[in-house]
């Protein structure tokens, strides 16, 4: 599969008007995606759990404008107006416009909401990305094409994503979604994610994930930014080494739902995540204190209680806790009487692995 496979020969219906709604999970991701080529190519394959509630909802309207000339659209945040997300979309256009060619004839009107607070610290690109790339693919899919092949929709869908945000692409289908170029994994592409199609066990049905938030400010660092500082970076090559056997190892893990393995692997690609910005140059802590008590806390309760709970983190401060579904409870309550405390207003998300983003 190569770019040129989505770029759209000929449409065949014309329309003046419509919308599309969408709705698309935020994704964590259990091996990261951390570095890139040009064209949002990862360095590395990375494979995430899709959520489930932690969401955007986006309704594209279109109509079409009497000249082409440029891009011609509104974006509103519950109903208010924001300019300043404008720059992002307007970026995100340029890119796609090659495989959406209609992009210019059209004034679209983007209409959008997330079910977790806006300054949460929870990244709303991942499913703010993927939400409008699919309602995009909604207004293709009305003209027409006959350049469709299997599961074109979803694969180009998927591409677009990734050209607004990298780990976008991971957010369009559930449970587990690989992106990445990998030679174990049937179907991976650098191009777009695709749905995990190895054997899962059991024990990570319905996988919990409580997203403590430590710190709801702006990121320090920017994902763009943290991105290219993996250029250079004295230790890129190991750790892109490193990514590709954690995704070969985490294959077993995973079909034989070996718990302990698992917790090794997620928490070791958390904080390498983290070393690779510690060490970079500019240099960067993400975590704050309240991040290293919650997870001395979690080792803590997993040595006295035995518990398969372990952490995972982004490239911010929060905390996501993850937990096999048989131990809802007790690891809740864990949360709740011990970790919520380092919790920025006592503020956490329940959420838990989801099937991914669905037509409203
Ligand atoms: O999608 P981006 O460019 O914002 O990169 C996000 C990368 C991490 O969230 C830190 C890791 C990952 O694989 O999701």
């Given at each position: 599969m190569?770019?040129?496979?989505?770029?759209?020969?000929?449409?065949t219906n014309?329309?003046?008007?419509?919308?599309?709604?969408?709705?698309?999970?935020?994704?964590?991701?259990?091996?990261?995606?951390?570095?890139k080529?040009e064209h949002?190519?990862p360095?590395?394959?990375?494979i995430?759990?899709t959520?489930?509630?932690?969401?955007?909802?986006?309704?594209?309207?279109?109509?079409?404008?009497?000249?082409?000339s440029?891009?011609?659209?509104?974006v509103?945040?519950?109903?208010?107006?924001?300019?300043?997300?404008?720059p992002?979309?307007?970026?995100?256009?340029k890119?796609i416009?090659?495989?959406?060619?209609f992009?210019?004839?059209?004034?679209?009107?983007?209409?959008?909401t997330n079910?977790?607070p806006?300054?949460?610290?929870?990244?709303?690109?991942?499913?703010?990305?993927?939400?409008l790339?699919?309602?995009l693919m909604s207004?293709?899919?009305?003209?027409?094409?006959e350049?469709y092949?299997?599961?074109?929709f979803i694969?180009k869908?998927s591409?677009?994503?990734?050209?607004?945000?990298?780990?976008?692409c991971?957010?369009?289908?559930?449970?587990?979604?690989?992106?990445?170029?990998?030679k174990d994994?049937?179907?991976?592409?650098?191009?777009?994610?695709?749905?995990?199609?190895?054997?899962?066990?059991?024990n990570?049905?319905?996988?919990?994930?409580?997203?403590?938030?430590?710190?709801?400010g702006?990121?320090?660092?920017?994902?763009?930014?943290?991105?290219?500082?993996?250029?250079?970076?004295?230790?890129?090559?190991?750790?892109?080494?490193q990514?590709?056997?954690?995704l070969?190892d985490?294959?077993?893990i995973?079909?034989?739902g070996?718990?302990?393995a698992f917790i090794?692997?997620?928490e070791?690609?958390?904080?390498?995540?983290?070393?690779?910005?510690?060490?970079s140059?500019?240099y960067?802590?993400?975590?704050?204190p309240?991040?290293l008590?919650?997870i001395?806390k979690?080792?803590?309760?997993?040595k006295?209680s035995g518990?398969?709970?372990?952490?995972t983190?982004d490239?911010?401060?929060?905390?996501?806790?993850?937990?096999?579904e048989?131990?809802?409870?007790?690891?809740?309550?864990?949360?709740?009487?011990e970790?919520?405390?380092?919790?920025q207003?006592?503020?956490?998300?329940?959420?838990?692995?989801?099937?991914?983003a669905?037509?409203?």
């Amino acid at each position: 599969m190569v770019e040129e496979h989505f770029i759209p020969k000929k449409y065949t219906n014309s329309i003046d008007n419509g919308s599309f709604t969408w709705s698309s999970p935020s994704n964590i991701a259990l091996v990261k995606y951390w570095g890139k080529k040009e064209h949002q190519i990862p360095e590395n394959p990375s494979i995430s759990f899709t959520l489930n509630h932690c969401k955007t909802t986006t309704k594209v309207s279109f109509s079409k404008k009497e000249d082409a000339s440029g891009f011609s659209f509104d974006v509103f945040l519950d109903n208010e107006e924001k300019g300043d997300f404008k720059p992002k979309i307007e970026t995100f256009f340029k890119r796609i416009e090659v495989y959406l060619p209609f992009l210019k004839d059209y004034h679209f009107k983007i209409e959008t909401t997330n079910t977790f607070p806006h300054s949460s610290g929870i990244a709303s690109s991942a499913s703010g990305m993927s939400a409008l790339a699919l309602c995009l693919m909604s207004i293709e899919e009305e003209f027409g094409t006959e350049d469709y092949f299997d599961d074109y929709f979803i694969q180009k869908a998927s591409f677009l994503a990734r050209l607004g945000s990298g780990s976008a692409c991971r957010s369009l289908e559930g449970d587990l979604v690989v992106w990445g170029k990998h030679k174990d994994i049937e179907g991976s592409s650098d191009l777009f994610g695709v749905k995990y199609p190895c054997q899962v066990h059991s024990n990570f049905k319905n996988y919990q994930d409580t997203i403590l938030l430590v710190d709801k400010g702006e990121k320090q660092v920017s994902s763009t930014v943290g991105h290219n500082l993996m250029h250079g970076h004295p230790f890129a090559q190991e750790r892109f080494k490193q990514a590709n056997k954690n995704l070969s190892d985490i294959i077993s893990i995973l079909k034989e739902g070996d718990l302990d393995a698992f917790i090794a692997l997620v928490e070791s690609e958390a904080l390498t995540l983290h070393a690779m910005m510690m060490t970079s140059m500019p240099y960067f802590i993400l975590m704050k204190p309240n991040t290293l008590e919650i997870i001395n806390k979690i080792w803590e309760y997993r040595k006295t209680s035995g518990s398969k709970v372990c952490f995972t983190l982004d490239a911010g401060a929060n905390v996501h806790v993850l937990y096999p579904e048989n131990e809802a409870t007790s690891v809740l309550e864990f949360i709740q009487n011990e970790l919520v405390a380092y919790c920025q207003n006592g503020q956490y998300i329940c959420d838990v692995i989801g099937l991914g983003a669905s037509k409203v």
